[in-house]
């Protein structure tokens, strides 16, 4: 199973936008569902939001309700996290992973690749 391949992460001003993209070409082909996490330094990795394939059912962790909009393209095996009125507590490497997503949930994931930085800073 090939690694999932996380980009287009960078420096951006606090109310700023982002937006991530991860090839996963080996999962929208045989797996369900995509999620992203992030890692801030010295702090564990945590769940940010995922998308179920087949129900397009999105979960998205508390702080980034209103703010984040994953998306998926299964035309060009990628997923996508839009990330606006960014601050400086998201920022953070950015991984992306197969995961079990549903609405209310979002599991561990698996077929971890290279993350992307994200910095939210004046």
């Known amino acids: 199973q090939s690694q999932l391949v996380a980009s287009w992460g960078g420096l951006v001003q606090p109310g700023g936008s982002l937006r991530l993209s991860c090839s996963a070409p080996g999962a929208t082909r045989n797996y369900y569902a995509v999620g992203w996490f992030r890692q801030a330094p010295g702090k564990e990795r945590l769940k940010v939001s995922c998308?179920?394939?087949?129900?397009?059912?999105?979960y998205y962790t508390d702080s980034v309700k209103g703010r984040f909009t994953i998306s998926v393209d299964l035309a060009n095996h990628t997923v996508n996290l839009q990330m606006n009125n960014l601050q400086p507590e998201d920022t953070a490497v950015y991984y992306c992973?197969?995961?079990?997503?549903?609405?209310?949930?979002?599991?561990?994931?698996?077929?971890w690749g290279q993350g992307t930085q994200v910095t939210v800073s004046s």
């Open positions: 992973a197969v995961v079990p997503c549903d609405a209310q949930n979002m599991g561990d994931g698996r077929d």
């Open positions: 998308i179920n394939f087949s129900s397009r059912l999105t």
